[in-house]
Each structure stands twice: as C-alpha cells, then as structure tokens.
C-alpha cells in the first residue's frame, strides 16, 4: 500500500479482555517497528522486526504484550488480559531496511480500557 | 530514564516569527538525530534529521543545529506558518542494529495567525 495502514483506529475494551491490533507496512520495507503513546508520553518503543531475524522485544512492558510477523507483510500485537494502563495510541513504522533511519508512521491505534 | 528530553511542552508564536524547538539528549552513543511532526488522530511524519558529524541541516524553513558538546539539539522554523502548528516530537537514534528510535515527550506549537 502507499502507507502504513492500522487498524481498528479506536478500541475501546473493558479490563481484563485480549485485543490484537494490526498492522500493514509499506510494500517492500522490511524493517517494523512497534510503539505506543500514552497521554502526555513520548513515544516508547515496544517491538522490531526485520525479515526472518528474531525480533527486539526489549521494549514490551510486561509478557501480556506479544506481537507476530508474518515474513515481511503483516504485523499483529496482542495484548493479554488488558489494564487500565494498556490505554494508549499504538503506533506501527515501517522502513525500508534495518537501519534505515526514516521510518514511516500509522495513523495508530487509539486503544481505551475501562 | 528519559535519554531524550524536550523541556517545553507547548509554544506560541505569531505567523512569520520564528519558531524554536529544544530537545536535550544523555546518551553520548547517539549518533543520528530526527524530528517528527505530528497532526491530531494522525501519525507522526518526518520532518529533518542531522548526523553527528554535523552540527547544522537546513530544508527550505527548517533547520536543525547540533551542539554535541552540549547534547543539544534545536529546530528553528522561520518564518512560522499557521499550518506548522502541530506537536513536535525530538529523537535519536544509536545506529545498532535495531536502529530503534528514542523519542522525545514533544512540544505542541501553535503559530497565532
């Protein structure tokens, strides 16, 4: 596609329930990147993929975060059993190659849990 | 540990001054520094960026100036425009392999017609 596309961009979900939030990259980057926003935050990295190598998962918060890859297309981040402190917009960024410094922004995820 | 800080939260400024945007950095390890903007409920785009071996780049409004001695980084927008308003966001990056980018909390600017 011409961007990086998220989806849903709201989810709103009561405490406790899982949620999987999706993420399309630009055709032919191969590098993805995971962040989130939470109010008033920077952002803060969550999760990197690139091709077929493990990821960087230094970034996940807590083992209730997880995220796939499938090759270089389509990401999902799941996150278990929801908080009240999960709420934030979850940003995906693709790039072109590992250490490409640019990368290209989703709209987010704006995730509520009440 | 914030490594990188923007010690502004929000800016005000009238159309055609200029604009200044700070952003201070710890980590020495740093090598490439990046600015995002950022409009509501859409994600943020790149702006400019400079290499430490560097200490300024320019792009037509934008400029970005490098006091590595001071880890210090700075973007001046002149002259502002209504449509610069926007949320600011500072990062940088280590070059590692990962290449992840540390980010900034932003400045909101908002340039008064």
């Known amino acids: 596609g011409a961007g990086v596309s998220q989806s849903p961009s709201n989810k709103v979900t009561e405490k406790g329930k899982d949620v999987e939030l999706r993420c399309d990259p630009i055709?032919?980057?191969?590098?993805l990147y995971w962040y989130r926003q939470r109010l008033g935050q920077g952002l803060e990295f969550l999760i990197y993929?690139?091709?077929?190598?493990?990821?960087?998962k230094s970034g996940l918060p807590s083992d209730r975060f997880s995220a796939e890859r499938t090759g270089e297309s389509v990401s999902t981040l799941t996150i278990q059993r929801t908080q009240q402190e999960d709420s934030a917009v979850y940003l995906c960024?693709?790039?072109?190659?590992?250490?490409?410094?640019?990368?290209?922004f989703g709209a987010g995820s704006r995730l509520t849990v009440l | 540990d914030q490594q990188v800080k923007q010690n502004s939260p929000s800016l005000s400024v009238q159309e055609g001054r200029i604009s200044i945007l700070n952003c201070d950095y710890t980590?020495?390890?740093?090598?490439?520094f990046l600015w995002y903007k950022k409009y509501p409920a859409e994600g943020p785009t790149f702006l400019i960026s400079i290499s430490s071996i560097k200490d300024k780049n320019e792009d037509g409004r934008f400029t970005v100036f490098l006091n590595k001695s001071a880890k210090h980084l700075s973007l001046h927008i002149v002259p502002s425009q209504p449509g610069d308003s926007a949320v600011y966001f500072c990062?940088?990056?280590?070059?590692?392999?990962?290449?992840?980018?540390?980010f900034g909390t932003g400045t909101l600017l908002a340039v008064q017609p």
């Open positions: 960024a693709s790039s072109f190659a590992a250490g490409a410094n640019v990368l290209t």
């Open positions: 993929f690139q091709g077929n190598s493990a990821p960087d």
């Open positions: 990062a940088a990056s280590d070059g590692g392999a990962t290449n992840k980018l540390i």
């Open positions: 055709s032919g980057h191969t590098a």
């Open positions: 980590n020495s390890m740093f090598d490439y």
